[in-house]
């Protein structure tokens, strides 16, 4: 288990210096931008009780986009397994923990990067956002906690989704998981079923302890009781981190399991036909 | 013994995909399972790798039974990919060298592991393309390069599937050459499975014809050759006239036919039995 811990952080910085340079850098900058610039046009909406949309909003979407790195995983799982990234690891001693250990370093790497972009552009362009008043020590257990929470599930997605054509199937619960998790509009504007959704979920929680760190405190009339609940958001998010981290293992063990040659091959045969 | 397979069966549902197949691989040799597609080749292969199991039978690879090997197990064993594209964006150099890092906590003092980058990418010809691409490669190149990952933890069995499938006649012959290379200067143990005769009869030193699940012949090229197709052909004419015969004894028979007819004889062939039809008279033998 622990051979491949360290070629899998350099297959990580590898493959995340890969992501940011050339084509592949616009597109993952595109989402955080177009966000971005959506709330700069938005940001003085007013939400009532002194609170602009900006603001409000800002750290939502900080939350919002390290949920979203799950859906990469999805992607990048399906994709790898399907072109023989996969198999390729299976065949190499440690191969299979080098390969899981980088695609984390990768994705983490990645969201930390869209959670810059929003973070920076936000102190730059949206009225409300202080990075002098930000609560960093809240902020960096809330992205920790939420990463760790996000990369085992997304793993975990990603094991059980079939093709990278299913992988956009995935995509359509999450996105309605964000449109009903507050990000943008608080969840108590929310009917109390939806709310109530909302809360089981890491979505909410992400968006919630990034607010308590970047908000007021008096900002917290907005949310559900009337306050930031950092326990609560650790215990969700720790919840949510333990259910990923027991789980990761035995499903990737599972689909690991099932790479062949054969299957590769057959996915190859699929793929070919689709394009074809 | 590098592989030991006794009574393998494997069973998907009612039907017997692999059907008491046994045989051995020796240390060095070159073996190679030939055989129509769907004998069951594959399935063979990735039981023997780990990747698949078995309903029954015994399987030893290196001394351990593949589907309980470890990664200590795994270091000695290279699996040679038919990639498609994988790890597009990673420049050649950088995929070998990291590929190789995985075998470095399983170097010996006595067997050094991995193989060095550069050397190995000069053995296959890829000294050029070391900052290139991966995606940028040709077929052929990229096929070199399935060679080198496969042989980068410097394997003592290097297992390789259907590995010229899809090359043309040129990159088929520089792939046989390097494979032939990694045997002769390393003495690394190699079983491959194909479909084509010319390939197996180029590479190997041994064959095992699989048909329908069950080990339908083994030997040498020359063995098998002798041994199922039997008769070499004879042509000739005689003053105008032409004449067939077969016969296994094809060297005797020519020198009674000058014996009898002297200078008479004109255009005579000789057509040894070759594995071809050998190998055709066997998957006919089977179907029927």
């Known amino acids: ?276 | 013994m590098v592989v030991q397979v006794e009574g393998l069966r494997m069973r998907y549902g009612s039907v017997d995909v692999l059907d008491d197949v046994s045989f051995q691989v020796l240390p060095g040799q070159v073996v190679a399972l030939l055989g129509p597609n769907g004998a069951g080749k594959t399935t063979t292969i990735e039981i023997l790798e780990g990747f698949r199991r078995r309903s029954a039978g015994r399987v030893e690879v290196l001394g351990a039974d593949p589907a309980h090997g470890d990664e200590r197990w795994r270091a000695r064993i290279g699996v040679v990919l038919q990639s498609w594209r994988d790890h597009g964006r990673w420049r050649v150099r950088e995929l070998l060298a990291h590929l190789g890092s995985y075998y470095a906590p399983y170097s010996t003092p006595g067997h050094r592991r991995p193989w060095d980058t550069d050397g190995l990418l000069t053995a296959v010809g890829l000294a050029d393309q070391a900052r290139q691409e991966v995606r940028r490669l040709s077929g052929g190149q990229r096929r070199r390069l399935d060679v080198a990952v496969g042989a980068v933890g410097r394997p003592e069995l290097l297992v390789l599937d259907e590995p010229t499938a899809g090359l043309d006649p040129e990159a088929r012959r520089e792939f046989h050459d390097l494979v032939r290379s990694l045997v002769d200067e390393h003495g690394t143990t190699v079983l491959l499975t194909t479909h084509d005769l010319a390939e197996a009869e180029s590479l190997a030193d041994r064959i095992l014809v699989l048909d329908g699940g069950r080990i339908a012949a083994e030997g040498t090229v020359d063995e098998l050759a002798r041994r199922f197709a039997g008769e070499d052909e004879v042509r000739w004419t005689l003053t105008g006239e032409r004449f067939v015969r077969s016969t296994p004894h094809s060297t005797a028979f020519a020198r009674d036919l000058f014996r009898v007819h002297g200078s008479e004889v004109a255009d005579l062939e000789i057509r040894r039995a070759s594995l071809e039809d050998a190998y055709l008279a066997l998957v006919r033998r089977a179907e029927s």
Request: glycine content about 12%; proline content about 4%; hydrophobic content about 55%.
């Open chain 1, 1 to 276: 288990m622990r051979a491949g811990l360290r070629p899998g952080l350099r297959r990580g910085l590898i493959e995340l210096r890969q992501a940011v340079t050339g084509a592949d850098l616009v597109g993952h900058l595109l989402w955080p931008v177009v966000t971005l610039v959506a709330l700069v046009l938005l940001q003085h909406r007013d939400l009532g009780s002194g609170l602009t949309l900006g603001a409000f909003a800002v750290p939502g979407v900080v939350g919002m986009f390290v949920a979203l790195g799950m859906l990469l995983d999805v992607q990048y799982l399906s994709a790898d397994r399907e072109d023989g990234t996969v198999l390729r690891a299976r065949a190499t001693p440690g191969g299979i923990t080098g390969y899981l250990v980088g695609k984390v370093v990768t994705v983490s790497g990645t969201v930390v990067l869209y959670v810059a972009v929003v973070v920076a552009g936000g102190a730059l362009l949206v009225d409300g956002v202080d990075l002098r008043t930000v609560d960093w020590l809240t902020f960096t257990w809330v992205l920790v906690l939420g990463l760790v929470a996000t990369q085992a599930l997304g793993l975990v997605l990603g094991a059980l989704v079939r093709s990278p054509r299913s992988a956009g199937y995935v995509a359509l619960p999450v996105v309605g998981l964000i449109a009903i998790s507050g990000v943008f509009v608080p969840v108590t504007a929310l009917a109390a079923g939806w709310q109530a959704v909302a809360q089981a979920f890491p979505v909410y929680w992400l968006g919630l302890g990034v607010r308590a760190a970047f908000l007021p405190d008096a900002a917290a009339v907005a949310e559900v009781g009337g306050s930031w609940r950092p326990w609560a958001t650790a215990a969700v998010l720790g919840a949510w981190a333990l259910v990923g981290v027991v789980l990761a293992p035995v499903v990737l063990r599972r689909m690991t399991r099932k790479e062949s040659g054969s299957s590769v091959a057959a996915r190859r045969e699929r793929a070919l036909q689709r394009v074809g």
